[in-house]
């Protein structure tokens, strides 16, 4: 029986990372945008590079919580004949740790097979309109299995034929992709939602930052370098007592959460490729822009096989986090001193969890599965994961600062769509964590504060893949849209400006509730 917690994944000498993500891509490397192209083996394979992870309580229905896990990325639209399919010899996993042990407690695993029609009579991906999936002039199609493995290694299959949404061609071969899109939402049993498909990128930066940090005048700024890309998304929405420990959200609101990619090596004859032997993993993802500014270039392939609770195994890249590097870059370009070391208060947002439990610098307990009432801190093993405490409630009015701008829900509890995580990781990285206070040298940012289209309102909540070329684009990416596709909420753009109150960062402690303890909720029977 296969086990999670005994997963063979390779042990590779890396190391921890986290600050990375505070370490927002400031730092000279290869580096194309969050987790795309990372590292030199998986910009290789791009089917099976994890790019970002998005984890936030649904804000149209919040008993449940959403991830988003994209894959594939600077996929340009007009990428034909073969476009982007899912690998099929790989495994796609997203995982949940409730417990503070850095393994996973759960892992929802999507698993894929093609469906080719052409017969070799035709290079075209469809031969006419497409109007549903099952629409015959569709000659390219894939479906996926969905499985839930739990922490003792039972597995569960709850989808067994997902029908994955197609590459967008272009408007006249998909002249309603949205149609196309709604089709492949998948309910499973339990409550759970999935969707597999393409989307725009939803990720926003200017990544001008390998010019000498924006031109070294931050004159290089305002230009969404994603603007007019798509992804491969899978978006996962499950009900939070399926996620929390021992099925109680109340007591125990806080899981850690991550994706990986696990291929098999591949035998290589002329015009053939047959995948055999074991699985391995060959990405990771959890925090933005982790791997690309914080290991060393010969580590990024190590640390793509590295399972969380190794991370604070391999000091090098440990002390990077409490010794940064950016800060001292940005203090001879911009004059902006840099913090005081060592950075506990780092190691804190990024390996722990920001809690009082953990003896960090930050007095306030957010999002550290220390927080759930019944963890056993013992047990506890500092590791980089996005963290989401679920007993807050979506903001009415989200800030694009998020937990800097006293809107609790957002980075670096967990991720939001509409969070502006450069602008984030960049204040933190220069200390505002520890003051309670934005650096007003760097409060503008990259100045791009919202993606270049809006975000739908509902599952799966990512917008609709682009049909044109990249280079047609004439959208502004630093203008925040003015209403969502379908309608006001919550959900909405998110706001622009530097921050105000910093609610988070001086405040008091989370008081969790504690209620009397249930047995052990696993999602698989």
Do not use: C
């Not at 840099?338 to 953990?358: Q, S, Y």
């Amino acid at each position: 029986m296969h086990s999670l917690r005994g997963r063979a994944k390779p042990l590779v000498v890396t190391g921890a990372l986290v600050l990375g993500t505070a370490l927002t891509g400031l730092v000279p490397g290869s580096a194309s945008a969050s987790s795309h192209r990372e590292a030199p083996l998986i910009a290789a394979d791009p089917g099976a590079d994890n790019t970002d992870v998005y984890a936030f309580v649904s804000p149209d229905n919040p008993d449940t919580v959403t991830v988003v896990a994209n894959w594939f990325g600077l996929q340009e639209p007009n990428g034909g004949p073969n476009f982007y399919p899912w690998p099929t010899d790989a495994h796609f996993d997203i995982n949940f740790d409730n417990d503070g042990d850095a393994k996973p407690d759960l892992t929802y695993r999507w698993t894929f097979e093609t469906d080719d029609r052409r017969d070799g009579k035709t290079f075209l991906y469809n031969n006419g309109p497409v109007t549903s999936l099952d629409d015959p002039n569709l000659l390219f199609r894939q479906n996926y299995k969905l499985e839930v493995w739990d922490y003792e290694g039972r597995n569960k299959t709850v989808v067994r034929k997902g029908r994955v949404a197609p590459s967008d061609v272009g408007p006249a071969s998909m002249p309603d992709f949205r149609t196309l899109r709604d089709q492949a939402i998948t309910k499973f049993p339990g409550g759970g939602l999935s969707y597999v498909g393409p989307a725009d990128d939803p990720f926003f930066l200017e990544l001008r930052v390998f010019d000498f940090l924006y031109g070294g005048k931050l004159q290089e700024v305002g230009q969404d370098t994603l603007r007019g890309y798509n992804v491969n998304t899978i978006v996962l929405q499950v009900p939070k007592k399926e996620l929390a420990l021992k099925g109680d959200a109340n007591r125990n609101p806080v899981v850690g959460v991550w994706s990986d990619t696990e291929r098999r090596s591949l035998r290589l004859s002329p015009g053939q490729a047959k995948p055999e032997g074991p699985y391995v993993q060959v990405s990771r993802l959890g925090n933005p822009l982790v791997n690309e500014v914080v290991s060393s270039n010969d580590l990024k392939d190590a640390f793509n096989g590295l399972t969380p609770d190794k991370d604070g195994t391999v000091k090098p890249l440990l002390d990077r986090v409490t010794n940064p590097e950016v800060p001292r870059l940005i203090e001879s370009i911009y004059g902006v001193k840099a913090p005081a070391t060592p950075r506990n208060d780092l190691v804190e947002i990024f390996l722990t969890g920001i809690t009082t439990k953990a003896g960090g610098p930050i007095k306030a307990d957010l999002n550290s599965q220390l927080n759930n009432a019944d963890v056993q801190a013992k047990r506890f093993v500092p590791s980089e994961m996005l963290r989401l405490n679920m007993s807050i409630a979506p903001a009415a009015q989200p800030k694009r600062l998020g937990v800097l701008d006293g809107d609790l829900q957002g980075f670096p509890n967990g991720r939001r769509l509409t969070d502006d995580v450069v602008d984030i990781e960049l204040q933190a990285l220069e200390g505002a964590a520890q003051t309670g206070k934005i650096v007003d040298a760097l409060a503008a940012g990259d100045k791009v504060d919202a993606n270049d289209v809006p975000f739908d309102t509902k599952f799966p909540y990512v917008a609709l893949p682009h049909d044109s070329a990249v280079n047609s684009q004439t959208t502004s990416a630093n203008v925040a849209p003015s209403a969502n596709v379908t309608g006001d909420s919550s959900f909405g753009p998110a706001i622009a400006g530097a921050a105000g109150a910093l609610g988070l960062i001086g405040g008091g402690a989370w008081m969790w509730r504690r209620r009397q303890s249930r047995p052990r909720h696993s999602a698989v029977s």
